[in-house]
């Protein structure tokens, strides 16, 4: 996940809840991607507590530093190591093709190379451990094919060694803002910080968008097609959401009330992880102790994925110094 600063719903929602659950199941490693982040350009001053900032939601979600490895990808070298040496087998038409590349470019009078190759390092992102499985959006489906597709074109170049890891996809779907319209983003302020006060929910709750052809609070409403009713599934109680419905319908309740009580779900949902948020604030060593050792633990696998990598690819000079 790209450091922005703390995580917000929408990141719950799509990613963190699930990832907490495979911890159960898997080997996980986790991984905040400082080295994608600096493709988006932002203020470098403000990028390293953006990082601390992940990394407490992280922790404050559940993810356990006994079960999994988290860390910081600049921590860890052989992730741009082995990205470049992914280039030497990555068409550049394949790479010209991913459809996140075409939305980017769109931004920029002149794109950067690392727009172009942000894909090559994801896909090293992920063989670098030879992950078997990685959960993925539906946005992020072409993204792990190329990985795969990278995977097959080294095998076959180098000798059967990075695995080709399926999509664990989720049956979240896309998680809409409060807008209604688009993603959940930070960047739009369409979502809601998962470590943020009640009154902080509230306001920006507050501003979510509601049935359009509700007009007046005795307007009927369609909850089926109300983005709060769908986020009420999510937070708030199977009782409750039947009754908001109900309610809506019926024009028995205005959308501020529903929205109020939205809030208030939301606002129970993560009483638990605000205070292990805080308490990791509070104790910023134990932060940074969890990062480092991560780091450490990548990095061994990292080392001897490299070690492999560079032999095969006649990286190895000293072989032929012996």
């Given at each position: 996940m790209q450091p922005s600063g703390e995580a917000h719903i929408g990141n719950y929602l799509g990613a963190l809840r699930r990832w907490v659950e495979m911890q159960r199941t898997y080997e996980c490693v986790f991984c905040i991607v400082d080295d994608h982040a600096v493709t988006a350009g932002g203020d470098p001053k403000e990028l390293p507590a953006h990082v601390v900032d992940l990394a407490v939601s992280f922790l404050a979600v559940g993810l356990d530093p006994e079960r999994s490895i988290i860390f910081v990808q600049s921590d860890v070298a052989e992730h741009t190591e082995l990205a470049w040496l992914?280039?030497?087998?990555?068409?550049?038409?394949?790479?010209?093709?991913?459809?996140?590349?075409?939305?980017?470019?769109?931004?920029?009078?002149?794109?950067?190379?690392?727009?172009?190759?942000?894909?090559?390092?994801?896909?090293?992102?992920?063989?670098?451990?030879?992950?078997?499985?990685?959960?993925?959006?539906?946005?992020?489906?072409?993204?792990?094919?190329?990985?795969?597709?990278?995977?097959?074109?080294?095998?076959?170049?180098?000798?059967?060694?990075?695995?080709?890891p399926e999509a664990l996809v989720g049956n979240e779907g896309r998680i809409l803002g409060l807008d209604g319209e688009a993603k959940m983003s930070k960047s739009l302020g369409n979502t809601v910080p998962i470590t943020a006060p009640p009154d902080d929910v509230w306001a920006r709750v507050r501003t979510a968008v509601t049935d359009p052809q509700r007009v007046r609070r005795d307007?009927?409403?369609?909850?089926?097609?109300?983005?709060?009713?769908?986020?009420?599934?999510?937070?708030?109680?199977?009782?409750?959401?039947?009754?908001?419905?109900?309610r809506c319908r019926g024009a028995?309740?205005?959308?501020?009330?529903?929205?109020?009580?939205?809030?208030?779900?939301?606002?129970?949902?993560?009483?638990?992880?605000?205070?292990?948020?805080?308490?990791?604030?509070?104790?910023?060593?134990?932060?940074?102790?969890?990062?480092?050792?991560?780091?450490?633990?990548?990095?061994?696998?990292?080392?001897?994925t490299m070690k492999v990598v560079r032999e095969r690819m006649g990286l190895d000079w000293r072989a032929a110094a012996r």
């Open positions: 992914f280039n030497s087998v990555t068409p550049v038409g394949e790479l010209e093709r991913m459809t996140q590349f075409k939305d980017k470019a769109r931004r920029f009078e002149s794109v950067p190379a690392g727009i172009l190759n942000y894909p090559v390092l994801q896909a090293a992102d992920i063989l670098l451990y030879r992950a078997d499985a990685v959960p993925v959006g539906e946005d992020q489906r072409q993204h792990l094919e190329l990985t795969r597709e990278i995977a097959r074109k080294w095998n076959a170049t180098y000798g059967a060694y990075f695995p080709e307007d009927p409403g369609r909850p089926e097609v109300c983005n709060v009713h769908t986020l009420h599934k999510y937070f708030s109680a199977p009782a409750v959401v039947d009754d908001v419905a109900h028995l309740r205005g959308c501020v009330e529903c929205k109020r009580i939205l809030a208030d779900s939301i606002s129970a949902t993560f009483a638990p992880m605000r205070e292990r948020a805080s308490e990791l604030r509070a104790h910023p060593e134990r932060v940074r102790g969890v990062l480092e050792d991560g780091a450490a633990r990548a990095r061994e696998v990292a080392r001897e």
